[in-house]
């Protein structure tokens, strides 16, 4: 029952960040960035503290903010080519997708404040 709880925590917060993800994608700017990293540090963060320490969790969060920064930066500057930019925050996306689910319920407490403060040291 856990583990259908932890799942479902995680699939919900999943579904709050795409709609931000899509926006970027399809030509959003500044704000969508804005509110992509806010979603990111109010919802990851609160999971974060439920996950064992994952190096590769934390560079899939830095590379999926880094690819929609590069979409918005690229879209206000009419910079090329979109499409791969595009390409680049699907398949970090995936990877974040699958770091997230791959991730294993920290078994003690809720110890790992240090990551929030981490989250976007790459971006």
Request: proline share 4%.
């Amino acid at each position: 029952m856990a583990d259908k709880h932890f799942t479902d925590t995680i699939e919900e917060k999943l579904a709050l960040i795409s709609p931000t993800l899509k926006a970027i994608e399809f030509g959003g700017d500044q704000p969508y960035l804005r509110e992509l990293q806010t979603l990111l540090r109010q919802h990851l963060a609160s999971l974060v503290v439920l996950f064992e320490r994952d190096p590769g969790l934390d560079a899939a969060t830095a590379d999926l903010y880094a690819a929609a920064a590069a979409i918005v930066q690229d879209t206000t500057l009419a910079s090329q080519p979109l499409a791969r930019k595009r390409r680049l925050l699907k398949e970090a996306q995936a990877r974040f997708q699958e770091r997230i689910a791959a991730a294993r319920p920290n078994g003690r407490r809720a110890c790992a404040a240090w990551r929030q403060s981490e989250l976007f040291l790459a971006a």
